[in-house]
């Protein structure tokens, strides 16, 4: 009896250590369909994407290492597989346009330094066509110094220039001045005083000379017409006189005096071409001038051309080759 006893003991023993070892290995091989569902705040990262921060739980840096998911975190893989091929394509994207401006820059720096540059040709007459150019502008800057009035060649339609008011009232082009000055300062060095007694001229200043000098001769009883002749002689016709160029200056002595204004006359017509003055109508002139002799009457042209001009005795007409009077 007390052997039955023990052999039912032992044998509820080995029933329960089976059941035991049944209940551990059923636990062991479960199936994966009944694994327990992860919660849907549970942060899904699937193999190759990027960490994304789930609200309850903070920052997933790690892999889910389970071989199957739920419906939710399927969806959730899907998301993010959508997301990174969107943003893939963006990059993409981005990466054509900046390509694409890339190139359209090199194009443009290519055009701009192909305009930039010049072929030889263009490069070697660029000098001479600026050098001929600079050469018509200083030719025609200086054909003021040798523009030629008398009474066959009246004053150019037009013609302007600007005054410059000396200390007497007088005038003369600006652009004499500085010429004229250092002429009267060489003259009072050497005990010589030149005084201007007629410059600048209006035409209306011509006009009225014009008719003063007629009137005299009238007085002394000549014809209208010879009175006009007359004075014509010794005064440009309107319109055709050096002073309303501004170019010209009548210069006596300081005191008006007949012997002082000789020597004032003497000096100038030795030095006058120093400083781009000329004797505009000297004594044996008369037939090609128009005008009659005038020791007082001195005319600008450049301190280069009254070199020559002094040099070669000549007077502006025949200098200019414009001797014939039609």
């Given at each position: 009896m007390k052997r039955k006893n023990t052999y039912r003991t032992s044998l509820g023993i080995l029933i329960i250590g089976v059941l035991v070892i049944a209940g551990a290995l059923a636990v062991l091989f479960r199936s994966p369909a009944e694994t327990p569902a992860k919660d849907a705040t549970s942060s899904v990262i699937s193999e190759g994407s990027v960490a994304q921060t789930d609200p309850a739980h903070g920052s997933d840096s790690g892999r889910n290492e389970a071989s199957s998911e739920t419906p939710e975190s399927a969806s959730s893989e899907e998301e993010a597989k959508k997301?990174?091929?969107?943003?893939?394509?963006?990059?993409?994207?981005?990466?054509?346009?900046?390509?694409?401006?890339?190139s359209s820059s090199e194009e443009s720096s290519k055009e701009e330094s192909s305009s930039e540059g010049s072929s030889p040709e263009e490069s070697s007459d660029a000098p001479a066509k600026e050098e001929s150019s600079k050469e018509e502008e200083q030719a025609q800057s200086d054909d003021w110094k040798m523009i030629l009035v008398n009474r066959w060649n009246p004053i150019p339609d037009g013609y302007t220039f600007e005054t410059f008011e000396l200390r007497n009232g007088q005038a003369v082009d600006k652009r004499i001045y500085e010429d004229l000055q250092a002429m009267f300062d060489a003259a009072r060095a050497e005990g010589i005083y030149p005084y201007i007694v007629e410059s600048y001229r209006t035409h209306e200043d011509q006009v009225a000379m014009m008719d003063y000098y007629i009137g005299i001769y009238e007085s002394e009883g000549a014809s209208e017409e010879e009175a006009r002749e007359k004075a014509?002689?010794?005064v440009a016709i309107p319109g055709t006189s050096e002073h309303e160029l501004g170019l010209a200056?009548?210069?006596?002595?300081?005191?008006?005096?007949?012997?002082?204004?000789?020597?004032?006359?003497?000096w100038l017509m030795n030095h006058c071409y120093e400083y781009g003055f000329i004797l505009r109508y000297p004594e044996d002139k008369t037939e090609i001038t128009g005008i009659d002799y005038e020791p007082w009457h001195y005319r600008y042209v450049g301190r280069e051309n009254a070199q020559k001009?002094?040099?070669?005795?000549?007077?502006?007409?025949?200098?200019?080759?414009?001797?014939?009077h039609e």
């Open positions: 997301e990174a091929s969107e943003a893939s394509s963006a990059e993409e994207s981005s990466s054509e346009e900046s390509s694409s401006e890339e014509e002689a010794v200056v009548d210069i006596n002595g300081e005191y008006t005096d007949t012997q002082e204004s000789a020597i004032v006359w003497d001009i002094q040099e070669s005795g000549q007077c502006l007409e025949e200098y200019l080759g414009r001797t014939e």
